[in-house]
């Protein structure tokens, strides 16, 4: 079973970044598009960035400008780069397939902005 592992998540205060990664155990450069996703208190998990394997790109608008997603194949690994963090941004942040069947879900990484 191919297991995901976020990491990187941490306490930030408005303004601050943090870089988040997604290690895979299978290879990805198969896998076309592969995406962060988040789940915020009380909300649904929601699909924030996206890349393709030709490595074009799709932001939520609600982070647009702000995070930057990349995915480096030889690593088998995804990052998101969040900048100009907002209170809203607090979720548990995970990644997985976009358009492919999904992957078990990784326990993800916290995320929490302070005001």
């Known amino acids: 079973q191919v297991q995901l592992v976020e990491s990187g998540g941490g306490l930030v205060q408005v303004g601050g970044s943090l870089r988040l990664s997604c290690a895979a155990s299978?290879?990805?450069?198969?896998?076309?598009?592969m995406g962060w996703y988040r789940q915020a208190p009380g909300k649904q998990r929601e699909l924030i960035a996206r890349i393709s394997s030709s490595t074009n790109t799709y932001y939520a608008d609600s982070v647009k400008g702000r995070f930057t997603i990349s995915r480096d194949n030889a690593k088998n690994t995804v990052y998101l780069q969040m900048n100009s963090l907002k209170p809203e941004d607090t979720a548990v942040y995970y990644c997985?397939?976009?358009?492919?069947?999904?992957?078990?879900w990784g326990q993800g990484t916290q995320v929490s902005v302070s005001s």
């Open positions: 299978t290879s990805i450069s198969s896998i076309n598009t």
């Open positions: 997985n397939t976009v358009f492919s069947s999904k992957f078990a």
